[in-house]
């Protein structure tokens, strides 16, 4: 049974759910099950379940999760409790464009249940149902935008039969087994004080996260205790919270008198610096910054031999972390934090090297077949709530993450369950284009274009139009991973079609491409329609009258420097990350960003702060370029057929580069220095890796490939 409280939302505290059973005999084994309309924090026997928000966020409308957990070692023989914290959360928190809360529901249900099996064989169930008691926790209340308010005064000793019992809810929702890492604490960071007067602590964590901070603290009795997050200082060396738009991000205490131990549970905060107000007198110790993520292996490794790009490379993995977050979301720290599909798309291929994300991205596939629109749109956001959802539907470049995120899915975890699963629905997607096109020219409203990009106004049409032979090429190729020839040849026949149509329509002569900027020169010679040599005269341009300086936004930044290498541009490539006059990464590097920022003008010497209204530190879409470092600069080349092909775009530009990637078959490791006109090249893989590699075009004075070891020397 469903249960929830008998009371009005927001007139008591978070509550806890409680419920306590008798285990007779000796324990062989104990499983709870346990979902929610909101998060919960549960705990039995007084020990925690050290995860955070669960069970996740779903388009509640359509399903919920149950999540599973082993707590043979929690239960004991005898008498034992479970209590249960639940939040409000994505369900009925404040979600999304500073909107209200609420958006999902307004009453918070848990389900829950524990299965024990005894040695002797017998089992015993507990459920949720109407004896469970229900009482206040110490926290006032919580929302992911606003923060945490926890009242050290209030009780938490309590009788339980004094307590109310639970309501019985109806809640027809379907659930769904949670399969996925969980949320959970990941990293412990610890602050630098930049200020300590007149009340106020002021630190520094020196790394832009998303989590909390948690510290103990002393002082007199119902005292009120502040913390606010910032992402940036203004130039006076303030925090700066403009950017943060309607999220309070504030967290309070209220001090009991004695030792209190503040540690949020329903919350997060997107922030590099924290100020602690009211603090005179006040005694305050153990601060950290404790960092929340989706619980990955970070397995990918890179390091080459330039400051500037390694910092792009580790801001890049830092803002992989601090979106995924149940979701891939855009940001952390404003009222916004949704699960963007053309964020996710462009950034996909450099998590997928940075981390195990297999599991990650199969729910938020799911999320995505879930949303779909009847006429075949994907959100330009999942999970879908709001009309803005509607509106903003099949998006190019939003909406192909169907196609995108599933075909670089397989080629990292070659899983061909994930491909028969999404294909119908990338075929949804594709018929939606193809209701919208004229003579196989996309015709789709294309509201976001390069989003963005800064200077040149990119060519919606042109990107509207690759992005619909993208999803052709890669439905093709998808159909044909599955042995399904006969898809795989129509959907290469429409991408033949909508590729003429690109050439007559946007491809001028002498190989200019309507638009004329880099991000068309990219993306059409990524997608295949256009050839170097038709295009390289231009592209080159591009780069040059822009000073081997940006004009990419969101969606041309992950083709431009592959594309460039495939021009035969590869030194350019790595002067354009190794830049550090704007725009550029290492723009945004040489200003102390320790994170990918949204906007490559999100602060400039010139301009200062962008507009607040949509301007936050800490997004990846820009970073997408990591996916590069490993597949150009290491040169861990993937495939359909399972080959890893090592070919890296080898530059004195920089004097080494080392790496590693934990492949499907296991992992691979690439390292190679520049030393008076020679590079050496060492590469190691695990035994079962189809490795091969590939130096054409190189000069190789020597190549030794035995034992899945390369070792070779070219000029
Ligand atoms: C989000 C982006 C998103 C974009 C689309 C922004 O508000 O932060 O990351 O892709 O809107 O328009």
Known sequence: MWITRDLERTTKNIPIFYKEFEIGKQIESGELKISALGIVNVKINGQEIEEYFMPGWTNYNKYVHLVTYDVTSLLKEGNNIIEVTLADGWYSGRLGYGRGDCVYGDVNCLFAEISVKCKDGESLNVATDKSWKVGESNIVKSSFFDGETVDFTATTERNLSLLPNAKECNVEVETKPYEYEPIAETDVLFPEILYNQNGVLRLDFKQNFAGFITFNIKGKKGEEVIIKHSEILSDDGTPYYDNLRS???????????????????????GFRYAEIYNVEGVEITDVKGIVLSQKLNYHGKFECSNPIINAVYNNAKWGQKSNFISIPTDCPQRDERLGWTGDAQVFCNSAMFNSDCNRFFVNYLRLIQADILPDGKIPSFVPFFIPVSVSTAGVPGWADSVCVIPYNHYLHYRNKEVLKENLPFAVKHFNYYLSKSENYLSKVKNAFGDWLSVKEAEDKDVISQCFFGLSAQ???????????????????????????AFRENYLYKYGKIKGDSQTVYAFSLTVGFVTVEEIKTHFIESLEREDYKLTTGFIGVQYLLPAICEIGEVDTAYKIIKQTEYPSWGYTVMQGATTIWERWNGYTKEHGFETPNMNSFNH?????????????????????????????????????AKGEYLSAKGKISVEWKYEEGRFYIDVTADKDVNLNYNFNNMDVVS????????KAIVK
């Open 247 to 269: 999220a309070v991000s504030t967290d309070k205490i209220i001090l009991s008198g004695g030792n209190d131990v503040f540690k949020p549970k329903f919350t997060f905060h």
């Open 474 to 500: 890669l439905i093709s190729k998808m159909f044909k991973i599955l042995g399904d020839e006969e898809n795989a040849g129509k959907y290469c026949e429409y991408y033949n079609k909508i590729k003429h």
């Open 620 to 656: 990846y879409s820009l970073g997408s370029c990591v996916g590069w470092l490993y597949s150009h600069v290491l040169g861990i080349k993937l495939s359909e057929d399972g080959e890893i092909c090592i070919s890296p775009s080898l530059s004195a530009e920089i004097s080494y």
């Open 703 to 710: 190549v030794q490939f035995n034992d899945n070891k390369i």
